[in-house]
């Protein structure tokens, strides 16, 4: 009855070639390494074989847990989880973006409303770099108020690798100058400051976008782009100057030609992002369901263009505002796969090693403007364009409320 019983071959005694096979078609590095885990003869053929490294990674979503270490999710490997090991000190820590390499921004035990310690942590090496905690606050109110309080950041990006020379931070930062009052504004810092000083902006008009929400940033081609929720963008073009109080900016207002009508009847703007895709700047723009208040429900994705540059779907300019830039849509993603998230958004290709994974990948940031306790962490998701037409796919693993930090991506 044994004999009848046994497989035509028995996992100890795979052929090398079907051996090979077998993971060159695991895309995932983590999945990789458990195949070895399976019985010593393959973790001695997969040494002998060395079969062919899989595609470059793309990013992890990380979703936070009640309680114990967070875990993450790998596209490459259907959205299965992982596990995440992290230093004891930042399992209960707010992620507040991320940066290529492996950094993870964390405000360790506190929220926002709560006194911060702010890190930047590779996950490699788990090397730390410590960031301000304190906002320098110069304000006139009826009296002056010029001291350095305690602050929130709320997003992050850099000019450079962190461990760079001259490694500028641009971000959005909160903080109460008096009980009940909570500013934000966007903030700019070099590596190794320990206190953000308040920013100058040299030349700006008095309706400009400081008045309006901001919505994201990017660092792209050399300059900070800051997206306001109009759908302008000002792009810090000149290095900040530090000064002993201040940082002087001097900022190149972008502003582009309204959409009218962009958004249909039925749904409602949640967010806006900025992605660099192909050397162009394009701006992602996450949808709900008005009618069902449901979550997100579609995107849009537009691409940067100048006027009187010759093309094709430059739209009529007549109004008494001569407008420099308009947002033209794009008609498909033709083979970008788009990771938005606030200041760490990023763009892929599928034709180096990602068939069939087009789409925009999304995580929950739904208390980037209303921050709440617990975090829902619950909308997160693929939007892609199906053959029966787009598509929203909750393809990551279900997780309940966070009481500590949203999602955040890690950045290959």
């Not at 000083?197 to 008009?205: E, G, K």
Request: proline share 9%.
């Amino acid at each position: 009855m044994a004999d009848q019983s046994r497989r035509p071959w028995a996992w100890d005694r795979l052929p090398d070639d079907v051996l090979y096979e077998i993971v060159r078609r695991i895309p995932c590095e983590v999945d990789r390494l458990h195949t070895g885990r399976v019985c010593h003869s393959w973790r001695v053929g997969l040494v002998k074989l060395k079969p062919p490294a899989p595609p470059p990674p793309l990013p992890w979503l990380v979703l936070p847990r009640a309680h114990g270490s967070p875990t993450f999710s790998c596209v490459l490997s259907g959205c299965c989880t992982h596990p995440l090991f992290v230093p004891h000190g930042v399992r209960s820590a707010r992620y507040f973006g991320s940066y290529d390499g492996v950094w993870l921004f964390l405000a360790v035990d506190g929220q926002r409303n709560q006194a911060q310690d702010h890190v930047l942590v590779n996950l490699s090496n788990f090397q730390f770099i410590d960031l301000p905690n304190l906002a320098h606050v110069d304000m006139m109110f009826p009296v002056v108020v010029n001291r350095d309080c305690e602050m929130a950041i709320v997003a992050a990006t850099l000019s450079c690798k962190p461990t760079e020379q001259g490694c500028i931070v641009a971000g959005f930062i909160e903080y109460s100058p008096f009980p009940g009052l909570v500013t934000r504004h966007a903030a700019f810092w070099r590596m190794g400051d320990q206190v953000v000083l308040p920013p100058i902006w040299v030349r700006v008009a008095a309706t400009s976008w400081m008045e309006e929400p901001q919505e994201d940033l990017i660092y792209h081609k050399g300059a900070f782009h800051f997206l306001t929720r109009t759908e302008h963008i000002l792009a810090c073009e000149e290095p900040p100057v530090f000064h002993e109080d201040v940082v002087e900016l001097i900022p190149a207002n972008m502003y582009f030609q309204p959409r009218g009508g962009s958004d249909d009847d039925d749904e409602t703007v949640l967010a806006r992002y900025l992605v660099e895709s192909r050397t162009r700047l394009l701006m992602v723009v996450r949808l709900t369901s008005r009618r069902q208040h449901l979550p997100t429900s579609a995107f849009r994705v537009f691409q940067k263009k100048e006027f009187n540059k010759g093309e094709e779907d430059e739209p009529l300019n007549n109004g008494a505002f001569q407008f420099q830039y308009y947002w033209s849509e794009l008609p498909a993603l033709e083979g970008r796969m788009l990771f938005v998230g606030r200041g760490c958004s990023r763009s892929y290709e599928t034709a180096n090693g990602y068939p069939g994974m087009e789409g925009v990948y999304f995580l929950d940031d739904r208390t980037f403007y209303e921050p709440s306790m617990p975090y829902r962490c619950s909308d997160n998701g693929k939007w892609s364009e199906a053959p029966t037409g787009p598509q929203v796919d909750r393809c990551f693993p279900a997780r309940g409320p966070s009481k500590y930090s949203p999602p955040v991506w890690i950045l290959p």
